[in-house]
């Protein structure tokens, strides 16, 4: 038979999914490497999607996800961050990875450039390598706060760069972009007139300073927001995000998400419509936890003299395990051989975290720090 797909076939693979395969065969394994939060969908949510399915709510949508679910998230971004947008610039999408892959599929060609952050979340490289774009990584920086460098920006950019991927609350950094960082970011793209890709699928999850969303200072439509249920209600299975963008995209997006996915689940779009207008109280209770899981872990990293970077948002923490002089790949495996603890490796995110491991505090706590002490025995073990 003929060859498969040449630029397809390139495509990296993920460290996050290569260790949670492994992890699997290993029944008590402490599972630190994957960002999924560890409880159930609140009962209200559940309970929308029963009614939904017996009103009969089980058929197709538009493309474009349901006019009350698109009414209500404008209505929530309205209060939230002051965005005064219409539904005509919502679109709903199979989970933020659907609306991220569209809107870059629907800005971009095979030939253009795209900058995305280093370290970041691996799926931006392969979004963009699988459409033949060129991926040009810009460096975050520990001693920065994990701030773009906005030097090191206008050196990176060509005639061919056509967007620029930020994320805030940041994966796997934990960093939040302050008001001043984004309305730089912003005055850096109107002067190369880039897109502006801006994953904040962790809103909801900020434990130190603010979320600033940068479509609330968008002047002329070339900011596109990406935000999702998964992370701030426990909604992963259901597969549910959201595009923020002017129509012209969102209209783009819809014509490119036709033929792939057709639409969002029609059940799960009346659940995630219940988890906007219903209570909010899961979403400050999940944060508070998290929030407590980060003190407690940093503290264990602190007592025990590793490294560890205290994150302002999200639910992770990365752990600098240089000092053991393997790679993050070597590291991980080592991990979860010698200590049964599945971590994420920093390779997977970038060059600058080659030697450094990512850990999820959304993992039941008491798992979550005895996995944290384990962490610390393998490196006083093997400390040089």
Known sequence: ??????????????????????????????????????????????????????????????????????????????????????????????????????????IADADEEILIPDPGWPAYEMMALAQGS???????????????????????????????????????????????????????????????????????????????????FDTDGRVISIFGASKNYAMTGWRIGYAVANPEITALMGKVLLPLISCASSISQKAAEASIRGPQDFVEEMRESYKQRRDKAYDLFTQANVKAFKPDGAFYMLVDMSELDRTADELALDLLKEEKVAVAPGTTFGELTSKMVRISLATEESQLLEGVRRICDFIARHKR
């Open 134 to 216: 060129a991926a040009r990584r810009y460096h975050l920086r520990m001693e920065n706060g994990f701030a773009p460098d906005l030097e090191e920006l206008e050196r990176l950019v060509t005639p061919k760069t056509k967007a620029i991927f930020i994320n805030t609350p940041g994966n796997p950094t934990g960093a939040v972009l302050t008001r001043e960082q984004i309305m730089e970011l912003l005055a850096f793209a109107v002067k190369h007139d880039l897109y502006v890709i801006s994953d904040e699928v962790y809103d909801g999850i900020v434990f130190d300073g603010t979320h600033i969303s940068p479509k609330a």
């Open 1 to 106: 038979m003929k060859e498969l797909s040449k630029t397809r076939s390139r495509l990296p693979h993920s460290g996050i999914r290569q260790l949670m395969e492994l992890s699997a065969a290993i029944p008590d394994a402490i599972h630190l490497e994957v960002g999924e939060p560890n409880a159930n969908t609140p009962l209200h949510i559940r309970e929308a999607a029963t009614a939904a399915m017996n009103e009969g709510f089980t058929g197709y949508t538009s493309v474009y996800g349901f006019p009350s679910l698109r009414d209500a998230l404008c209505e929530h971004l309205a209060r939230r961050y002051g965005l005064t947008i219409t539904s005509e610039q919502v679109l709903v999408t199979t989970g933020a990875v659907t609306a991220l892959t569209a809107c870059l599929q629907a």
